[in-house]
């Protein structure tokens, strides 16, 4: 009975790590959309770049986090 508790138990944390990686994939997919489209959107108002500038840092430090 110790033993199908222990294989049940490594079963759960290898369902857990998967479920964890591909939560993890989603959130990079997500982030690199909207990289790609900060990166593609054009303006000539240095407010509205500025605010692309900094949400495009904010992008890419999540975006090392999860790498």
Same mark, same amino acid.
């Given at each position: 009975? &110790?033993?199908? +508790? &222990?294989?049940?138990?490594?079963?759960?944390?290898?369902?857990?790590?998967?479920?964890?990686?591909?939560?993890?994939?989603?959130?990079k997919? !997500?982030?690199?959309?909207?990289? !790609?489209? %900060? @990166?593609?959107?054009? +303006?000539?108002?240095?407010?509205?770049? =500025? =605010?692309?500038?900094? &949400?495009? &840092?904010? %992008? !890419?430090?999540?975006?090392?986090? @999860?790498?």
């Amino acid at each position: 009975a &110790a033993d199908l +508790t &222990a294989s049940g138990a490594v079963l759960d944390a290898a369902k857990r790590n998967g479920v964890e990686r591909a939560k993890r994939e989603r959130q990079k997919q !997500e982030l690199d959309l909207q990289r !790609e489209r %900060i @990166l593609s959107e054009r +303006t000539s108002s240095p407010v509205r770049r =500025a =605010a692309l500038e900094a &949400a495009l &840092a904010d %992008i !890419e430090s999540r975006l090392a986090l @999860l790498s």
